[in-house]
């Protein structure tokens, strides 16, 4: 969800529209430029130098993108800095290696799938097939189609006594570079599915609780251009206005609530990552995606609503638009949030810790964003954005290795998380 700051060169590449071929980051570093208390001399020392700021809070560190004319002169500068990727070309290749041949009907009884990234077609077949080993408590659905015709397909799933439950909603994939959501939001579904068909106590009751309802990719086309065209694509690929060379709105500022409530908040720049678009709700997939949330809250209500997004590790809930403002909910949130941080801390071998709080609070100002819209207009009891790995070397681009581990201490902290949503811990007996 970081989003970025572009000069020159970035901003080429973020605006190419229809690439001719894959663009090469063979030669790129990325740097961790460390800030604190001279976060401003840095960035006056940066002023002249074309790069991409990957993360947008740079109270203590930022995460850059040089070309490989500049890094040398970066590197002249003597500000303290580590190196996250020495060559990010290198580190895209190894990522993007890709093993399909083992998961195909066997989505009942293998992980293999959680050892590598995979294309487009594949997580649709994989979902096919989760699906097809649970027939009478599941059915596809969709939210709509993308800019460019693709279905945003999902799955609802169900327990004893048939549909008709308070809702779990998911979304993974608003930004297409986060390729590590889609694989989380899958392992989730995965461990539903088999569990509920292999009587697991703890998921039964999650199934017999509520609907889940479950879309693995609210941005298909940005991500397929971001494995076929620009690895650090962020936006949809929707035209600009006024026959604009820029493409691209970013889904997650287009939402109604809080479109417009602070210029900080998202970008009316069609050439910016955060661009907000010229109305709420004018790309598909937010459309599609706000009419399918308010028919959850008309037919069933929602109970929770997590937006899976990478990365540095945080669990944030609604205000994202005004630092200041909280909801009656932050105290219950914020409980909750502490509790699933602790369990996927305990679950990991490297300890690994998930910060959490109001989102414009503990992070930075976000206007037409799905968690405050979801919470506000939807009417969910708790709405997250979840940000994923990691916190250290790899950033966007997030090596295979890592998906297992990520997918793991997820469902852990789900399992905390929606054993939480009906207990009296939030009603003045506990911990409230």
């Known amino acids: 969800m970081r989003t970025t700051i572009l000069s020159s060169v970035c901003l080429a590449l973020a605006t190419f529209a229809t690439a001719s071929a894959k663009s090469s980051y063979d030669g790129y570093k990325v740097y961790r430029v460390k800030t604190g208390i001279n976060g401003k001399a840095v960035q006056s020392k940066l002023a002249s130098f074309d790069f991409e700021q990957w993360n947008h809070d740079s109270t203590s560190h930022i995460d850059i993108l040089i070309p490989p004319s500049q890094t040398a002169p970066f590197e002249a500068l003597g500000l303290d800095y580590h190196v996250m990727h020495a060559n990010l070309g290198d580190s895209i290749a190894a990522e993007s290696a890709t093993s399909t041949s083992n998961f195909k009907r066997q989505a009942d009884n293998s992980t293999s799938w959680y050892d590598s990234y995979h294309p487009y077609a594949d997580h649709i077949q994989y979902f096919d097939d989760l699906h097809a080993i649970f027939p009478n408590n599941s059915k596809k659905i969709s939210s709509g189609k993308s800019y460019e015709g693709r ?117 009316s720049n069609p050439c910016s990552e955060t661009y907000k678009g010229e109305a709420p709700s004018d790309t598909p997939e937010n459309k599609g995606l706000d009419a399918f949330v308010r028919k959850l809250r008309d037919e069933q209500g929602i109970k929770l609503f997590i937006d899976w997004h990478s990365y540095g590790q945080d669990i944030l809930s609604p205000y994202g638009y005004n630092e200041t403002l909280y909801a009656p909910e932050l105290g219950k949130w914020t409980k909750a949030a502490n509790l699933v941080s602790s369990a996927i801390r305990e679950a990991t071998e490297d300890r690994t810790t998930f910060t959490f709080g109001p989102s414009g609070a503990a992070l930075y100002a976000t206007t037409g964003a799905a968690p405050d819209h979801v919470y506000s207009i939807g009417g969910a009891e708790f709405s997250y954005t979840i940000e994923l790995r990691d916190t250290g070397d790899a950033g966007f681009v997030l090596p295979p290795e890592q998906i297992r581990p990520s997918v793991v201490e997820q469902w852990e902290g789900q399992k905390v998380l929606i054993s939480l949503l009906d207990e009296v811990f939030f009603d003045g007996k506990g911990l409230a």
Do not use: M
């Not at 004893?160 to 297409?176: D, R």
């Not at 609907?211 to 694509?233: A, C, E, H, K, M």
């Not at 690929?237 to 500022?253: A, E, K, L, V, Y």
């Open 151 to 267: 279905d945003i397909y999902g799955l609802h799933l169900w327990g004893s006594g048939g549909p008709g439950k308070p809702a779990v909603l998911y979304h993974g994939t608003v930004h297409a570079r986060e390729w590590i959501s889609a694989p989380v939001v899958e392992y989730i579904t995965y461990q539903l599915v088999t569990g509920y068909k292999s009587n697991d106590a703890t998921v039964r009751t999650f199934l017999d609780s509520y609907d889940f309802f479950i879309l693995p990719f609210v941005n298909p086309d940005g991500f397929v251009y971001s494995q076929t065209t620009q690895r650090l694509w962020r936006k949809n690929r929707q035209p600009g206005p006024n026959n604009s060379t820029c493409f691209g709105r970013d889904i997650n500022r287009n939402w109604e609530f809080a479109w417009n409530a602070t210029a900080r908040g998202a970008s």
